[in-house]
C-alpha cells in the first residue's frame, strides 16, 4: 500500500476526466483505497480547497484556454458541462473577473489554476497524541442551529449562537454533563456535499449525557462508535487547524482507520484561548 501513489493516481483519473458531465468520485476514490466520504475529506485536509471546487476551477482553466485558442463560448460551455451559456458565463467570470467572450480583448489576463499533485515533505518530527475509545450510545443535549460553513476567522453565527445560550444556558448545560468529554463541547454533522465555503451544516453547542432533556433545549442522539480522540496544545487556533491538517495528512493514510459517519466533537479544556498551551480535543468518530 503506498497511499501517496493511490492519492496521485486518483487525482490522474480526476484530470482525465474533467471533460465528463459528472465525474465519478466514488471510482477516484476506489483509486485512493477509501470510501467517497474519507476521499472528499482528505483531499480538502490536503488540499486547502474542497474536491468540487477544485474540479470547477481546473473546467474553468481549461475552459479559458479553450476561449484563448478561438473556440465558441457555446461550444465551451457545453464541452465543460454547463447547462446553459448564461450559467458557464457566471462561473466563468467568478473565476477570471470578466466574461468569456472577452477573453481575447486586448489586456485581458486569464487566471491559470494549475492541476495539483500529492508531494511527500519530511520536516521535523513531533509526536501525535491521540487514543482510540470505544463509546456506548449517548446524547447531546444543547441547541442547534444551520450554519454556513467559514475556513477562516470567527463565524458570526456560531457567536450568535453562544450568545443566545448565554451564561445562565451554560450553567444549565454544564450541570447535566456526566459523559465523557465532560464539560461544553461543539459538535458537527450534516454537512453539504464538497463542504464548500459557504455551504451549511449543522452546529450544535451542549453536553454529552445520559439525562432527559430539559425544556428549551434540543437533543442529538449519538449512536454506538469507534472515535479517534486527538490532543491539540498550543495557540488557538493554530494549534487545532495544524491537528486537523496532520489527522488527515498523517494518520488517517497509515492508520487503517477511515472517518465514518456521525459527529465531529471540539471539546476545549477552558475558556481562555489567549493561553499558549490552550488543550483542545478533536473527537473523531472512525472505522476500520
Not at 24 to 32: E, H, W
Request: aromatic share 10%; glycine share 8%; hydrophobic share 45%.
Amino acid at each position: 500500500m503506498n497511499p501517496l501513489h493511490d492519492l496521485n493516481a486518483a487525482l490522474a483519473y480526476i484530470e482525465a476526466h474533467l471533460l465528463d458531465r459528472e465525474v465519478d468520485v466514488r471510482a477516484a476514490a476506489r483509486i485512493a483505497g477509501c470510501s467517497e466520504y474519507h476521499f472528499r475529506r482528505m483531499f480538502a485536509a490536503l488540499a486547502g480547497i474542497p474536491l468540487s471546487a477544485y474540479i470547477r476551477r481546473r473546467r474553468l482553466t481549461l475552459a479559458a484556454q479553450d476561449l484563448a485558442a478561438g473556440a465558441r463560448v457555446t461550444d465551451v460551455a457545453l464541452k465543460y458541462g454547463y447547462e446553459s451559456p448564461d450559467a458557464f458565463a457566471r462561473a466563468f467570470h467568478a473565476e477570471h473577473g470578466f466574461p468569456p467572450s472577452e477573453v481575447r480583448q486586448p489586456g485581458r489576463t486569464l487566471r491559470a489554476f494549475s492541476r495539483m499533485a500529492f508531494q511527500l515533505i519530511i520536516r521535523g518530527g513531533t509526536d501525535m497524541h491521540y487514543r482510540i475509545v470505544e463509546k456506548e450510545a449517548f446524547r447531546i443535549v444543547g441547541i442547534m442551529r444551520r450554519v454556513k460553513l467559514q475556513y477562516e476567522g470567527v463565524n458570526p453565527e456560531i457567536a450568535a449562537m453562544w450568545k443566545e445560550l448565554g451564561l445562565q444556558g451554560i450553567q444549565e448545560l454544564k450541570a447535566l454533563s456526566n459523559v465523557e468529554p465532560l464539560g461544553i463541547l461543539q459538535a458537527c454533522l450534516n454537512f453539504e456535499e464538497g463542504r464548500q465555503e459557504g455551504s451549511t451544516l449543522d452546529q450544535w453547542i451542549g453536553v454529552a449525557t445520559d439525562r432527559p432533556c430539559p425544556p428549551g433545549f434540543q437533543v442529538l442522539e449519538v449512536p454506538a462508535l469507534t472515535w479517534a480522540v486527538f490532543e491539540a496544545v498550543g495557540p488557538f487556533p493554530e494549534a487545532l487547524q495544524n491537528t486537523w491538517a496532520r489527522i488527515y495528512a498523517e494518520w488517517l493514510p497509515s492508520s487503517g482507520y477511515e472517518v465514518a459517519p456521525g459527529p465531529e466533537i471540539l471539546w476545549n479544556e477552558g475558556d481562555d484561548t489567549t493561553s499558549p498551551r490552550f488543550r483542545s480535543e478533536i473527537w473523531l468518530p472512525v472505522k476500520r
